[in-house]
């Protein structure tokens, strides 16, 4: 079936210091990837998305691009902020945008 | 702005007593949710719905039964409580355009202790 695989947490990093959060799925067909992010107390909301190979999702400072030839989805962010701080997921959808797979999240602390 | 709701926001239950999570939506999705969220780990899809009348199990869908009478709403009964239920609950949709992979939206979640 398909899976999400995500680098373990807790992340912490000084402000304006550089992210990346590595992400690698396991998928048949054509999966749509995205990031989600989780602020304390809330629910989960769409960061950014990719629905094809080479792709690039963007927002917020936040990129990720789908490489499909290493089925990775890394996220970066060049500097980071105290707001930044998080959990950030990963997760696929397959090609009929019916089921979602998320990873385990990685939790993110920025420090001023 | 609306959006995906969720009641209660907390909620302490003693074991085996049943409780039904609500969940509903202003969106006009067809596509519905209900993940659990268990501490450090992430979500695993317990039921979902691709229309109002029709639900399938997700991952972990023991203990839980739903229903999806309106295209709005997607309630969540737990029937005879368990300590394995405590976790954060967050009820999701989704729209459904063609073939494309939409984005879901959340709920704000619905923490349950079972004591």
């Known amino acids: 079936g398909n899976s999400v695989t995500q680098m373990e947490g807790p992340v912490t990093l000084s402000e304006e210091a550089f992210l990346t959060i590595n992400c690698t799925y396991t998928a048949t067909g054509y999966p749509s990837l995205f990031w989600y992010v989780q602020y304390p107390g809330e629910g989960l909301q769409l960061l950014l998305k990719a629905t094809k190979a080479d792709d690039k999702g963007s927002n917020k400072g936040f990129e990720a691009t789908y490489r499909k030839e290493t089925t990775s989805f890394h996220l970066e962010k060049g500097s980071v902020q105290v707001s930044d701080s998080a959990v950030y997921f990963c997760a696929l959808s397959d090609h009929y945008g019916q089921n979602f797979v998320f990873g385990p999240g990685t939790r993110l602390s920025v420090l001023p | 702005n609306a959006g995906v709701t969720q009641t209660p926001k907390f909620r302490i239950l003693k074991i085996g007593q049943s409780m039904t999570l609500q969940c509903t939506q202003d969106m006009n999705h067809n596509y519905m949710y209900w993940y659990r969220q268990d501490p450090g780990m992430g979500l695993k899809l317990i039921y979902y719905?691709?229309?109002?009348?029709?639900?399938d199990k997700g991952e972990v869908p023991n203990g839980y039964n739903v229903s999806r009478s309106t295209t709005e709403d997607f309630p969540l009964r737990l029937e005879l409580a368990a300590p394995s239920q405590t976790s954060v609950y967050f009820c999701?949709?989704?729209?459904?355009?063609?073939?494309?992979?939409?984005?879901?939206?959340f709920g704000s979640g619905t923490q349950l202790s079972v004591l």
């Open positions: 719905s691709v229309g109002a009348g029709i639900t």
């Open positions: 999701a949709s989704s729209p459904r355009q063609g073939q494309t992979n939409e984005k879901l939206f």
